[in-house]
């Protein structure tokens, strides 16, 4: 969502799946969801350190794609 609203000219299409709109608050996002799930929480961990996750898709992007959808 953000991306769009941010950078209309970079997005062509917006496809959202079971994504709600919400707000930009005054918090980054990563300090409400701590806020909410707790800071040991994967989610939280996993995102907290700059670089870990982008780390982690580019050591190998489609196996991280086909994990994040397996059943």
Avoid: C
Avoid at 11 to 39: A, C, H, Q
Avoid at 53 to 69: C, E, G, H, K, P
Wanted: proline share 6%; charged share 25%.
């Amino acid at each position: 969502w953000s991306l769009a609203q941010l950078h209309p000219d970079r997005v062509n299409k917006l496809i959202n799946l079971s994504l709600p709109y919400m707000e930009r608050g005054e918090k980054p996002w990563i300090e409400v969801m701590e806020t909410l799930l707790g800071d040991d929480f994967y989610f939280v961990h996993f995102n907290r350190q700059p670089g870990v996750a982008d780390a982690v898709l580019d050591a190998n992007t489609s196996r991280f794609i086909r994990n994040l959808y397996r059943k």
